[in-house]
């Protein structure tokens, strides 16, 4: 049977290694346990071949460091456990170093009873350091944030809510379902596909970054309007994400007010283009001011929907006060002009001032049936003449 000595195995462990007996005394130690000349490190000189490992560890660290690690030791020695582990950190002078410590069982037939071995392990801390600091940091930032902050831990699929977050919903801490299910209940119905797509596509990579409108409901049965924002912190070796922090700001003040403005706006434009019978079969809409791209679609549509419900055979365009005439204007007049047609109407072009007929002779526009008068007056005689037969000048 091939049997390695102490010497042999202690010199082919590069950390710092010492082998201990069955009583718990330094039997061997390698060159790099000798070297160790680290303040209160438990390896070093001190801790030299036939000294009482535990006896020195408690000359050199506090007692609750040495309890701890007398019952991990006694342990291995008695056979009661196979390995044992311990992280410390070094109290010499500065730069500060974190060792591992670790004691494993060795054969009871090769006279020792334990292996211990020192791991460097300060790089490995002071970037688990560093990252719990900057945990800290954000966890600081984010608790100032009106409406708090939800965490995400992927893998396990459990939220954490912040007390801010429940409370400015109306919840208490810990009423919430701690999943990605109970946070999509408080989502509007309507919104649930469209924030989903905008959140699978930040943990597939497809979009750069989760920003969304959300609406959440609160306890009061309202919703609240919110612009909700993450980010993966955490990923792992494969750059699978594993944690996602985020934020929400209320913004259902601004939210209602848009709303406020859209139908300001909407009543301002159906105000801007009204549609006034004149006859059961003619209608009047005079145009005040530009007729831009979007006017000129609200004209369209109102004066369609108008012919359609009222069964009018004539519209009167009134371009009194259109403040252009270009060529703009005119096709999208030419094009209502062709509009009504499809519905068995004609159209009256009236508010013609000298200035403005001179443009529309420039303009290459096939001006088609459409009757032109100069005045409003004279177009709602020709218009109710006209109704009356085909006779009408």
Same mark, same amino acid.
């Given at each position: 049977?091939f049997?390695?000595s +102490?010497e042999?195995?202690?010199?082919s462990?590069?950390?710092?290694a010492a082998?201990?007996?069955?009583?718990?005394?330094?039997r061997a130690?390698n060159t790099a346990w000798?070297?160790l000349?680290?303040?209160q490190a438990?390896?070093?000189g001190?801790?030299a071949?036939?000294r009482?490992y535990?006896?020195?560890?408690?000359e050199?660290?506090?007692?609750?460091l040495v309890?701890?690690l $007398?019952?991990?030791?006694?342990?291995?020695l008695?056979?009661? +456990?196979?390995?044992?582990?311990?992280?410390?950190?070094?109290?010499s002078?500065?730069?500060p170093r974190?060792?591992e410590?670790v004691v494993s069982a060795?054969p009871?037939?090769?006279?020792?009873?334990?292996?211990i071995t020192h791991h460097?392990?300060?790089?490995?801390?002071?970037l688990a350091?560093?990252?719990?600091?900057a945990d800290?940091?954000l966890?600081y930032?984010?608790?100032?944030?009106p %409406?708090?902050?939800? %965490?995400?831990?992927?893998?396990?699929?459990v939220?954490y809510?912040?007390?801010r977050?429940? %409370?400015?919903l109306g919840?208490?801490p810990g009423e919430?379902e701690?999943?990605v299910?109970?946070?999509?209940?408080?989502?509007?119905?309507?919104?649930?596909?469209?924030v989903?797509?905008?959140v699978?596509?930040?943990?597939?990579?497809?979009?750069?970054?989760?920003?969304? %409108?959300t609406r959440l409901?609160?306890k009061?049965?309202?919703?609240?309007w919110n612009i909700?924002r993450?980010?993966i912190v955490?990923r792992?070796?494969? =750059?699978?994400p594993?944690?996602m922090v985020?934020?929400?700001?209320d913004?259902t003040?601004?939210?209602e007010?848009?709303?406020?403005?859209?139908?300001?706006?909407?009543?301002l434009?159906?105000l801007s283009?009204p549609?006034i019978?004149?006859?059961?079969?003619?209608?009047?809409m005079?145009?005040?001011g530009?007729?831009d791209?979007?006017r000129?679609d609200q004209v369209l549509?109102t004066?369609l929907d108008?012919l359609?419900?009222?069964?009018?055979?004539?519209?009167?365009?009134d371009?009194? =006060?259109?403040?252009l005439?270009d060529?703009h204007v005119?096709?999208v007049?030419v094009?209502?002009?062709?509009?009504?047609a499809l519905l068995g109407a004609?159209?009256v072009?009236?508010?013609?001032?000298?200035?403005?007929a001179r443009?529309?002779?420039?303009?290459d526009?096939p001006?088609g049936?459409?009757v032109m008068r $100069?005045?409003?007056?004279s177009?709602?005689?020709?218009a109710?003449?006209?109704?009356r037969g085909?006779s009408?000048?």
């Amino acid at each position: 049977m091939f049997v390695v000595s +102490s010497e042999a195995l202690l010199s082919s462990i590069r950390e710092p290694a010492a082998m201990l007996d069955h009583d718990g005394r330094v039997r061997a130690v390698n060159t790099a346990w000798s070297r160790l000349d680290v303040e209160q490190a438990l390896a070093g000189g001190r801790f030299a071949v036939a000294r009482d490992y535990l006896a020195c560890c408690a000359e050199a660290r506090r007692a609750e460091l040495v309890e701890v690690l $007398g019952r991990g030791v006694r342990d291995v020695l008695a056979g009661r +456990s196979q390995s044992f582990t311990l992280e410390y950190a070094c109290d010499s002078a500065a730069p500060p170093r974190h060792f591992e410590l670790v004691v494993s069982a060795l054969p009871a037939d090769g006279g020792a009873g334990a292996l211990i071995t020192h791991h460097d392990v300060t790089d490995r801390e002071e970037l688990a350091d560093a990252r719990r600091q900057a945990d800290a940091r954000l966890k600081y930032i984010l608790e100032m944030l009106p %409406e708090g902050y939800w %965490e995400w831990d992927i893998g396990t699929d459990v939220v954490y809510y912040s007390d801010r977050w429940c %409370e400015s919903l109306g919840y208490a801490p810990g009423e919430l379902e701690p999943n990605v299910a109970g946070w999509v209940k408080l989502l509007h119905p309507d919104d649930v596909p469209r924030v989903m797509a905008a959140v699978n596509g930040y943990l597939e990579g497809r979009t750069p970054s989760y920003h969304c %409108e959300t609406r959440l409901r609160m306890k009061s049965g309202k919703y609240r309007w919110n612009i909700d924002r993450g980010r993966i912190v955490a990923r792992d070796a494969s =750059g699978k994400p594993l944690r996602m922090v985020g934020m929400e700001i209320d913004i259902t003040a601004r939210r209602e007010a848009e709303l406020v403005i859209e139908e300001q706006s909407r009543r301002l434009r159906d105000l801007s283009t009204p549609l006034i019978p004149i006859t059961d079969k003619v209608v009047v809409m005079p145009l005040v001011g530009i007729v831009d791209a979007q006017r000129a679609d609200q004209v369209l549509s109102t004066l369609l929907d108008g012919l359609s419900r009222t069964q009018a055979s004539v519209a009167i365009l009134d371009v009194t =006060g259109v403040s252009l005439i270009d060529s703009h204007v005119a096709s999208v007049l030419v094009h209502a002009a062709k509009a009504v047609a499809l519905l068995g109407a004609r159209v009256v072009l009236t508010g013609l001032r000298p200035e403005v007929a001179r443009t529309l002779v420039k303009l290459d526009v096939p001006w088609g049936n459409i009757v032109m008068r $100069g005045t409003l007056q004279s177009g709602i005689a020709y218009a109710t003449s006209a109704e009356r037969g085909p006779s009408a000048p």
